[in-house]
């Protein structure tokens, strides 16, 4: 049996609502086939008040054992470091993060605002907010850059926004089934599992991709969405066409361009006005190329995949 | 459009442009935003004026440096065609504007 608490900080619980919604394994599967107890959930607990406080000392005491601690949303300092403006179960959330995190034998953060601090820490930030051991890019975070959990593992970060239900639930039975030693993290503390491949690995626009037409408006279903519309999908780290949503399609698979939630830059150039949706250029060349790609060499790639581009590829292949 | 349409009307812009249409080909966009400032005035012309969608797209019937349609992201190869919706014309291979984007 593995104890489980889950909070939430700065969030919209837009985690806890994906989260619900697993389905290999289900949040039930949690607790009835992996043998996760779950202490309290926003959403699930039934404890208020003093109750709930108590389960909550009785964690950082020791009384109870907490083996996860998972976070969802950022953790607010705000105002002048004092963080009361997101007070809980009595005092500043804070202050919980950091005495449940030094108590738990693994500490999860979910969400981009609980890994990076993600839209609520877009700048002027003005909660203040930060992740639970990195600010975008930065190391730190409310726990520390040196922070480790008991079982010698830094933050798990599993971001996303939301996180897609899957990744959630799978890393918590990892977890709880002793397979911690199994999970390698990437530079950002990401399960590689999930994070070393990229959005458009798998993406069903990819010919479209290397033969570089464009989808030029949305709601088309040929063309790639890289071109104009600022599809992050070459640049992005998740398995978002590898393990669908909702067990049957992505953002892209459906026309919508790839935000780069996974990534701690997210929300990329600070939401300005023209930086959504719209690919950004330079002399007629995407700011950002995909990753590992240089100027020159996209270039010369360009000529010659536009000049072997087949007469399929400019024509609609999705016919009734 | 039939391709014979499509011809017809590729015929008729290479003779506008090969008869001096002067065209508004600079400034060339440095970024996205100066594009969708052309963008947007191409949006406003009405579809049927070919002449002034030339003229704002910045149409000319040659290449620009190593810039031509042909490498243009917007550009259908086989149909001869610029597919950005604002445009929506045809275009030679070998032409360029000052909308090209890779």
């Known amino acids: 049996m593995a104890n489980l608490l889950w909070l939430q900080g700065g969030a919209c619980s837009g985690n806890t609502m994906s989260f619900l919604n697993a389905e290999e394994p289900s949040a039930c599967d949690l607790v009835t086939d992996f043998g996760i107890n779950i202490l309290w959930h926003p959403s699930l607990g039934m404890e208020l008040g003093n109750d709930l406080q108590q389960i909550l000392k009785d964690c950082v005491s020791g009384k109870i054992k907490l083996d996860i601690f998972v976070f969802e949303g950022t953790v607010v300092n705000a ?102 030693g199994d999970l390698t993290l990437d530079e950002y503390q990401r399960p590689k599992t999930f994070f070393q491949s990229f959005t458009q690995t798998g993406c069903t626009r990819n010919m479209h991709f290397a033969y570089k037409v464009s989808t030029t408006q949305f709601g088309q279903r040929n063309g790639c969405l890289f071109y104009d519309l600022g599809c992050r999908g070459p640049m992005t780290h998740s398995p978002c066409n590898r393990i669908l949503w909702n067990r049957q399609s992505s953002k892209t698979r459906a026309g919508m361009p790839c935000l780069g939630c ?59 | 459009m039939s391709e014979e349409s499509d011809k017809e009307l590729l015929d008729r812009i290479a003779k506008m442009l090969d008869g001096g249409l002067k065209t508004i080909a600079e400034p060339f966009p440095e ?18 004026d070919v002449e002034k969608k030339l003229v704002v797209a910045g149409y000319v019937n040659h290449p620009i440096e190593e810039m031509r349609c042909m490498e243009c992201m917007y550009y259908l190869n086989h149909r001869k065609w610029c597919n950005l919706p604002e445009i929506d014309l045809p275009a030679e291979p070998d032409w360029w504007c000052r909308l090209w984007r890779i």
Not at chain 1, 158 to 169: L, R
Not at chain 1, 275 to 302: A, H, N
Not at chain 2, 31 to 48: C, G
Request: net charge negative; charged share 20%; hydrophobic share 40%.
């Open chain 1, 79 to 180: 105002p002048d470091g004092t963080g009361t403006w997101n007070r809980f179960a009595g005092r500043p959330m804070k202050e919980w993060v950091k005495e449940l995190s030094a108590a738990a034998d693994f500490v999860v953060a979910i969400g981009d605002c609980a890994t990076w601090g993600g839209i609520p820490a877009t700048a002027p930030n003005p909660t203040d907010s930060v992740g639970l051991q990195f600010l975008k890019k930065n190391i730190g975070g409310a726990l520390g850059k040196t922070f480790k959990a008991k079982s010698g593992l830094p933050v798990i970060n599993i971001p996303g926004c939301p996180a897609h239900p899957d990744w959630v639930t799978q890393i918590l039975v990892a977890v709880a089934t002793g397979r911690a």
């Open chain 1, 262 to 320: 996974t990534e701690p830059e997210f929300p990329f150039h600070d939401l300005m006005p023209g930086t959504v949706f719209k690919t950004q250029t330079v002399m007629g060349v995407p700011r950002e190329l995909p990753l590992g790609v240089d100027k020159s060499s996209y270039i010369k790639y360009t000529g010659a995949a536009k000049a072997a581009t087949p007469k399929w590829a400019e024509e609609d292949m999705f016919v009734v």
């Open chain 2, 31 to 48: 970024d996205n935003f100066q594009f969708d400032v052309i963008v947007r005035e191409l949006a406003h012309i009405e579809k049927d």
